[in-house]
């Protein structure tokens, strides 16, 4: 079973930057793409960013293209966002994944069966 521990979320003002951070227990071709979601009180969970470990791959959302950015670390089997130029509506909590389905589709915003418990992240204005 892939565990995946995220942390690194808190409480910034706009402007401001955080990175988050997902430990994945393994590095195989069950975690073939890492992924961040996001769920904002009373809407769904949508896509934010995604990755391959090889780093070949990567996809974002149109609303943080420009602002975020995701990245690994194979040696620590991690994965980061840096998010910077933060605004309100970045707040959520924001979810880890991890999962092969991209492999099959090239999608990279389907297809993942390992989730994180979640970090919060707040923007104040």
């Known amino acids: 079973q892939v565990q995946l521990i995220e942390s690194g979320g808190g409480l910034v003002q706009t402007g401001g930057s955080l990175r988050l951070s997902c430990a994945a227990s393994?590095?195989?071709?069950?975690?073939?793409?890492m992924g961040w979601f996001r769920q904002a009180p009373g809407k769904e969970r949508e896509f934010v960013a995604a990755?391959?470990?090889?780093?070949?791959?990567?996809d974002y959302a149109d609303s943080v293209k420009g602002r975020f950015t995701i990245s690994t670390d194979n040696a620590k089997n991690t994965v980061y966002l840096q998010m910077n130029r933060l605004i309100p509506e970045d707040t959520a909590v924001y979810y880890c994944?991890?999962?092969?389905?991209?492999?099959?589709?090239?999608?990279?915003?389907?297809?993942?069966?390992?989730w994180g418990q979640g970090t919060q992240v707040t923007v104040s204005s």
């Open positions: 994944a991890a999962g092969p389905g991209p492999y099959y589709t090239g999608n990279f915003r389907l297809g993942y069966d390992y």
């Open positions: 393994e590095r195989t071709f069950s975690t073939y793409a």
């Open positions: 990755i391959s470990w090889s780093g070949g791959s990567t």
